[in-house]
């Protein structure tokens, strides 16, 4: 019988005894008269292992191992897996052993001495070689008694070799196997033991509960109640509805007959309520702050409920994350009122950077302005784009064309980026996207919405994009349409130019070009074009043609004094249609929810926008990090660290401080916190901006423009002026102090005040100012109407030793400070004379 090898079948071989060289032990190691040695070796089932040894004894004399004597022996004991004895017998000094395994698994090979009586203490050498499977068979010896040849007994070991491999294979199956029942019972045994633990969890709960109630009905302490005079942190909705339903109802009462609503209450003690109204809302701010402090508060929390949702607030309801982004932005507001000049006085503060600087950071957001436009969706068009460093103004970039960024939008959208980032539950790094409503400046009412983008470039430097979203149209409808009908259920009369019907037409042809809608857009279409229909039924279309025109007969025949039976006629008929207005109530009611809706599911959606843009806005970000690189410890600095005094002191060796801000962009500049004077006075006390700034509001609110005053240490001064679009110097043509009564809070956020200051000092006939809580603010870009600018300087100064100032001195001392500062944020102005 012959066999023929190729060449792979050889290189087989080669490979399949470079396996099983492992499979062979020799060793040795060295036993003292007590002492027990053991070895493991996992073994397949069915195979055969043989171990040869040799015992050696320790010689001191020549300090070596020699053979040792007939009497020692080797006691050999194998047991298998499971513990059970296969092999137990002694041998002599030197002896061959073997056994056949029949289960797989660790077997534990031992071996000791028999006797320790012919050597007192000293050491054995064993020498011990195991082999395994084929390692174990003697060819030699098959080869003799089969007198086979060569080729023969080498195929006789490849078959023993596969044998083995084989063995071995299956042994690894069942130790896989053996692992996996392992794993399996301890992972059922894990998911036991945690739902035990759960169960007994709320079974614990479930009673603390109980026994707490029972505690607490026992005492007679709820949520909300007073408890040792204190009061807990949280109200629940029981407790507001009972605290605060009375006053919301006499205010809503005082509002719609009266047309006389509260602004504040004064409670015993130190607590007074601010109240504000936004569409069919009520705003309460409740604090210990002075009336001013409460009713800017509650003005500042309805213009961020309007930034955030406009006139939808079923959100607020519905999701506790817009909650949670409301009251962060309101907590946020108060900590940087108290930390930053800028929102102290509603303006931006913006930072001094280096020519080379300015240079870099123009062209890197000319730069993401130019990719986003071409990259961004057809629904996406950036419009401006804003890079701050903290709460700060680095710089400010719009396409060509479009309108200013109004003041109160330029802080609400800081508010909003640096909010998101102190949020202890969301990343400080993380990307924020989100719709917003920003101010048209046209009609200069809060209806335009407006994608905002904020993504991080280094430390506390942010690059913000402000994208429009193609809904401008449908936006300023709705919002238009909302107040309207807001304004015909508070003061029950109908504008002539109103034509309701002619609104839900448009809003709804609006709505469908939107492209595919959503099932619920699909849903408030239907429900807006039925409401109409039910409103047309009930012959509100009509009646609203009959009262309009009763308004412009009325109008028309205002001017005559006379009482005739004609005119007293009509009086009785424009009753009657106002009685008949408040049976439409209910059913406007219900369109104007509709609205709402439409608002928060059309304009409010950013889903859309985020697929499209958010990939884009990082990979632009990442451009502006690279080109900003060289920049990036200078513009980090710059959040905290402004301008510093020392640049001033040669100069002006008495100007502790100072706080210059230009209306026309509604920008600041200011030196930082820790800038030092000529004094030594680091770090000016916040204590002292605070009081000056409330001081010089109410000199304001009186028509006061120059205002100083002094206390031990410091001097203060304010300067307000008006300059032409050429920096030159005007006097007002009428002054403050004759329509100061009727001038809104000195500030930009609700009513611009200083563009309403600037319309009237320069007006030739007294105008309607806007009221205090008039729902739009004036954008920016109506101060420049009447070509008039208006500038603002706080001065500080050290009032000690020989450093005094008087009067005279401070003014002239300011006016040098203005001539130098409006360099740093505009052209070159000219001198300016306070008085």
Not at 117 to 123: M, P
Not at 372 to 381: I, R
Not at 424 to 449: F, N, Q, T
Not at 809 to 821: D, G, R, T
């Amino acid at each position: 019988m012959a066999f023929k090898l190729s060449s792979r079948s050889i290189l087989l071989v080669f490979v399949l005894e470079c396996i099983l060289c492992d499979l062979a032990l020799g060793l040795y190691f060295h036993i003292g008269e007590t002492e027990r040695k053991c070895f493991i070796e996992e073994i397949p089932d069915e195979t055969t292992v043989v171990g040869t040894y040799k015992v050696e004894l320790y010689d001191p004399r020549t300090k070596g191992f020699m053979p040792s004597n007939p009497g020692v022996g080797m006691h050999v004991e194998v047991r298998d897996p499971d513990d059970r004895p296969i092999l137990s017998k002694v041998y002599s000094a030197e002896g061959r052993f073997s056994f056949v395994s029949h289960d797989p698994g660790e077997h534990v090979i031992c071996l000791y001495s028999n006797s320790t009586k012919w050597f007192s203490g000293s050491q054995l050498r064993v020498h011990l070689d195991i082999q395994v499977g084929e390692h174990a068979i003697d060819y030699a010896q098959i080869a003799q008694k089969e007198k086979l040849s060569e080729l023969q007994l080498r195929l006789r070991q490849l078959m023993d070799q596969v044998e083995q491999i084989t063995k071995e294979q299956n042994y690894q199956r069942y130790r896989e196997e053996r692992f996996r029942q392992t794993s399996e019972s301890t992972n059922q045994r894990v998911l036991w033991w945690s739902i035990s633990q759960v169960a007994i969890l709320l079974i614990v709960g479930f009673w603390q509960m109980r026994h707490l109630k029972s505690f607490f009905q026992a005492k007679k302490l709820k949520t909300g109640e007073l408890k040792e005079g204190k009061r807990f942190s949280r109200l629940t909705k029981d407790a507001l509805v009972q605290l605060f339903s009375p006053l919301v109802t006499t205010q809503r009462v005082m509002g719609l007959h009266l047309r006389n609503p509260y602004t504040y209450v004064k409670c015993p003690g130190s607590v007074g309520l601010a109240f504000e109204e936004l569409f069919n809302c009520t705003i309460i701010c409740v604090g210990d702050e002075s009336e001013d402090d409460l009713k800017r508060k509650a003005t500042v929390t309805r213009n961020i409920l309007e930034f955030l949702f406009g006139p939808s607030f079923e959100t607020l309801r519905k999701e506790y994350q817009v909650t949670e982004i409301l009251e962060s932005m309101l907590n946020t507001w108060d900590e940087l009122r108290n930390s930053f000049v800028g929102f102290l006085i509603e303006a931006m503060e913006r930072c001094q950077i280096t020519p080379a600087a300015n240079r870099v950071v123009v062209d890197v957001l000319h730069k993401a302005l130019k990719s986003l436009g071409e990259n961004a969706p057809l629904s996406v068009k950036p419009n401006h784009a804003i890079l701050l460093t903290g709460a700060k103004l680095v710089a400010l970039y719009s396409r060509k064309g479009e309108e200013d960024l109004c003041a109160s939008d330029m802080l609400l959208t800081t508010l909003l980026v640096t909010a998101h980032r102190r949020r202890p539950d969301i990343d400080k790094d993380a990307p924020m996207a989100r719709i917003v409503m920003l101010h048209d400046a046209i009609c200069g009412e809060r209806s335009v919405p407006r994608f905002v983008y904020a993504c991080p470039v280094f430390g506390e430097v942010i690059l913000v994009t402000i994208c429009e979203t193609k809904k401008d149209e449908l936006a300023s409808n709705v919002v238009s349409t909302l107040r309207a009908l807001d304004a015909v259920l508070k003061t029950k009369v109908i504008a002539p130019a109103f034509d309701l019907g002619a609104e839900v037409e448009k809003i709804l042809l609006l709505a469908k070009k939107l492209g595919t809608p959503s099932p619920e857009l699909v849903r408030f279409q239907r429900n807006l074009a039925a409401q109409w229909e039910t409103a047309k039924k009930n012959g509100f279309d009509a009646f609203t043609r009959d009262y309009c025109a009763a308004c412009v007969l009325r109008t028309k025949q205002s001017g005559s004094k006379e009482q005739s039976p004609q005119s007293q006629e009509r009086e009785s008929s424009q009753a009657s249609l106002k009685n008949r207005l408040v049976k439409y109530e209910s059913l406007l009611a219900v369109i104007v929810h509709t609205l709402q809706e439409c608002f928060g599911l059309c304009c409010l959606d950013d889903h859309e926008l985020q697929d499209g843009v958010d990939s884009l806005q990082e990979f632009v970000a990442r451009k502006a990090r690279l080109q900003l690189g060289d920049f990036a410890d200078f513009l980090c600095v710059k959040a905290s660290l402004n301008i510093d005094l020392v640049a001033f002191l040669e100069e002006f060796p008495s100007l502790v401080h100072f706080v210059f801000v230009d209306r026309r962009s509604n920008q600041a500049i200011c030196p930082g916190h820790g800038s030092e004077n000529a004094y030594g006075c680091s770090a000016f006390p916040w204590a002292k901006i605070e009081n000056a700034v409330t001081l010089v509001r109410t000199h304001l609110s009186r028509g006061n423009h120059t205002i100083i005053w002094r206390d031990k240490s410091y001097v203060y001064s304010y300067h307000l002026w008006f300059e032409n679009v050429s920096g030159d110097a005007l006097l007002p043509r009428r002054e403050s102090k004759n329509f100061a009564s009727l001038l809104p809070y000195p500030g930009v956020i609700g009513v611009n005040f200083f563009s309403v200051l600037a319309r009237e000092s320069f007006s030739t006939s007294r105008a309607s100012v806007p009221s205090h809580s008039a729902s739009s603010a004036t954008p920016a870009s109506s101060i420049r109407a009447p070509r008039v600018i208006v500038k603002e300087l706080y001065c500080w100064f050290v009032s000690s030793g020989s450093t005094g100032l008087f009067a005279d001195q401070v003014i002239a001392q300011a006016q040098k400070v203005s001539e130098c500062l409006p360099n740093l944020l505009t052209p070159s102005a000219t001198t300016v004379d306070f008085l």
